[in-house]
């Protein structure tokens, strides 16, 4: 095999033949016809005198060579499109590139609508998509180009360039006319309350603060675990429960709970930055990390 004797038009259609396992699908994510898309098909087989896809039933599946070759060609041609995207001018008023971004629900939730008003005013073409955290697949994602970036807490990712983004502290949450609004929050106070726990896990009743707490000598009582922060306000405001969270999120429904500090310390935690290093010198790239770290500054 010699590939001077193709091109790098070639190992798209091989890239895109293996993704698909079909010529049809293959040549409509290049943008080609499928007569053309099928005479790619032919050379590449010459090239690497092996059938790359051959018919199963009904449908193509790839060989065993074509597998052991394609998490290789993957990893080149991203790298390859890193390379001349680093010497591609980026202007963001013209772009219409799709930015993704990995967060917890409540990163998205503190973020979301001011990161959305900061690129829709420097580059009103261009889009978001606000991705879910998933910690086990995190990692394949930023590698496989599916997501730009990922901001979370907590994740030792070795290959990743990381960056702080922010710092987050802890408040506790009632309802408006609470018995403990306007009165003295003393540990004893706060213990003596109903309590509403996130456990993003699901199902716990244990936390930080309780942790705390027990350097005190001092329990309080859980009465509902919730999965996710962006659940609180609204139960919190129907009811008499207490419930400690992210003073930023506590920010953003000040019109129907009131934000107290607590009595005892809670350790806040660190939301953190990620990306793959192919991206550190694509502009656009380094355009939107840097339009993150002035929201995170600002917030």
Not at 147 to 173: K, N
Request: proline letters at 5%.
């Amino acid at each position: 095999m010699d590939i001077k004797q193709g091109d790098i038009g070639l190992l798209m259609a091989l890239d895109a033949l293996l993704e698909h396992e079909s010529v049809s699908r293959a040549a409509d994510q290049l943008g080609i016809s499928q007569p053309a898309m099928s005479a790619q098909l032919k050379r590449l087989r010459n090239l690497f005198n092996d059938p790359l896809l051959t018919p199963s039933g009904r449908r193509l599946v790839a060989t065993s060579r074509a597998r052991a070759l394609q998490q290789n060609l993957r990893r080149h041609l991203q790298n390859l499109d890193a390379l001349v995207r680093e010497n591609e001018a980026f202007d963001p008023a013209e772009t219409r590139k799709t930015f993704r971004m990995i967060a917890t629900d409540y990163v998205h939730l503190v973020l979301a609508a001011r990161l959305e008003e900061r690129i829709r005013a420097a580059a009103p073409d261009a889009r978001l998509a606000f991705l879910p955290f998933e910690p086990r697949s995190m990692w394949e994602v930023l590698e496989g180009d599916s997501a730009d970036l990922a901001l979370v807490t907590g994740m030792e990712l070795p290959d990743a360039i990381s960056r702080p983004a922010m710092t987050e502290t802890f408040c506790v949450i009632m309802r408006r006319g609470h018995v403990l609004e306007k009165t003295d929050l003393t540990h004893v106070a706060f213990c003596a309350q109903r309590h509403i726990l996130i456990s993003p896990e699901g199902g716990g009743f244990v936390g930080a603060t309780d942790r705390a707490l027990a350097g005190f000598g001092m329990k309080r009582r859980v009465a509902v675990s919730l999965p996710s922060f962006l659940l609180a306000p609204g139960l919190v405001a129907g009811s008499d429960a207490l419930c400690v969270v992210p003073r930023r999120l506590a920010d953003l429904y000040r019109d129907v709970v009131v934000c107290r500090d607590l009595p005892f310390d809670v350790r806040g935690f660190d939301v953190d930055m990620l990306w793959h290093p192919r991206r550190q010198n694509d502009p656009a790239h380094t355009w939107f990390r840097g339009e993150i770290a002035r929201l995170t500054k600002r917030i």
